[in-house]
């Protein structure tokens, strides 16, 4: 098992976080004071703990239920961009180095914002963060993936709007909401429409539907990761020490499509018993490229330290494995390769070298 100062001094990369999942509680707090929104309760601890305790129903749609409440305040480009400012400065301070963060933009249009503003309001409060953490010694990275909401029909104006705005920090196309009964192949014209523009795809699927739902992501969508992907599982099978692939899971793991796993939102919502039966711990041992997530961090209650610590309990991975992970996450990353080996090589491999001496030291 690995400590938590250790984890938390490790450099870490984020694929998979929701900017309206992560915000700070007193900032709902403030936010929903100004446009008189009416929250669960106004103190701040308290609202913590309702979220992270309705979230706890073991249903994606129950879960996604109180989203209501950080949409609401994040209506305005001021909103946007506090919370985006912010999400960057929690991360950095928690030893994220590169992050790319969600967002359902067609969700932000209910003060009379238009797509191209609210995306804006979040690129300005990225590079207000960024500043800000490198000024405080903590650089980070951050840019946003744009998502469209799956049961809806806004899809390819998002796609479009992604591709607009792919210089300004936007990395990539995402579809995310409620899985079952909402196929990825609903948005087909989207992602044809960033496939012919040479953009980036992820897609949340094998979360709360299984493998149909990631051959659709993977073969006729495009998608070159999978938010969460957990179901992968239902394709492998496992008797005594014979383990057989089938050919969905093989294609995953040849092709190297990256797994954008999270481990404790997926114990919230149902996909897996506890953190202990996470396949996480035997996609990694079948080399699949596995990656580690927060997914919200407000409503799991939880941080990328958090995150690699319960792994780190529940099956003593090493720092070792940390790294592993982390340079999965970096390699998988929707940025330009030279800037991936940049922190490769400047950053991530010299953090961990620096933290495994000392660890052989104090042995
Ligand atoms: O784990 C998840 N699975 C599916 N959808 C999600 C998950 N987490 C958040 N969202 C949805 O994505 C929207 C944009 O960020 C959120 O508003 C929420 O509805
Ligand atoms: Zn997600």
């Given at each position: ?58 249903s ?17 480009p ?8 912010e ?39 990225l590079?207000?963060?960024m500043a ?14 744009l998502t ?19 210089d300004?920090?936007?990395a ?9 009964g909402?196929?990825p ?16 795809i992820?897609?949340?699927a094998?979360?709360?539907?299984g ?28 008797s005594?020490?014979?383990?057989q ?9 040849n ?16 996909a ?18 596995v ?11 939880t ?5 690699f ?14 790294r ?40």
């Amino acid at each position: 098992m690995v400590a938590r100062d250790v984890l938390h001094r490790a450099p870490k990369v984020l694929l998979h976080d929701h900017l309206d999942g992560g915000l700070r509680p007193q900032t709902i707090v403030d936010l929903a004071g100004v446009i008189g929104h009416e929250l669960p309760t106004s103190d701040a601890d308290g609202l913590a703990r309702w979220f992270a305790e309705s979230c706890n129903s073991g249903s994606l749609e129950l879960y996604l239920e109180t989203f209501r409440h950080t949409v609401a305040v994040m209506q305005t480009p001021d909103a946007l961009r506090r919370v985006a400012r912010e999400m960057v400065l929690d991360l950095a301070a928690d030893g994220v180095v590169y992050v790319e963060s969600r967002w359902a933009p067609e969700q932000h249009l209910t003060a009379g914002l238009e797509l191209d503003q609210a995306v804006a309001a979040v690129r300005d409060g990225l590079a207000e963060g960024m500043a800000e953490a490198r000024v405080k010694g903590t650089p980070i990275v951050a840019r946003q993936i744009l998502t469209a909401m799956r049961h809806a029909s806004s899809a390819r104006e998002i796609a479009e709007l992604a591709i607009r705005h792919r210089d300004e920090r936007v990395a990539g196309f995402d579809i995310a909401g409620a899985e079952a009964g909402y196929p990825p192949t609903r948005h087909l014209d989207a992602f044809d429409y960033i496939k012919r523009n040479n953009g980036y795809i992820t897609i949340h699927a094998g979360e709360a539907f299984g493998l149909p739902s990631i051959w659709e992501a993977v073969q006729l969508c495009g998608a070159n990761r999978l938010g969460h992907g957990v179901r992968v599982i239902d394709d492998i099978t496992i008797s005594g020490d014979q383990v057989q692939l089938g050919r969905l899971a093989s294609y995953i793991r040849n092709v190297r499509v990256p797994l954008e796993m999270c481990p404790s939102s997926n114990v919230q919502t149902g996909a897996v018993a506890s953190i202990a039966d996470h396949p996480i711990r035997i996609l990694a041992q079948l080399g699949f490229r596995v990656t580690v997530n927060t997914d919200n961090r407000l409503m799991s209650n939880t941080t990328m330290t958090r995150e690699f610590e319960r792994l780190s309990d529940a099956f003593d991975y090493q720092l070792s494995d940390i790294r592993w992970l982390t340079l999965n996450a970096i390699k998988s990353a929707f940025s330009p390769h030279p800037d991936r080996l940049a922190l490769i090589e400047n950053v991530i491999k010299p953090g961990y070298q620096t933290l495994l001496e000392e660890l052989d030291q104090s042995a």
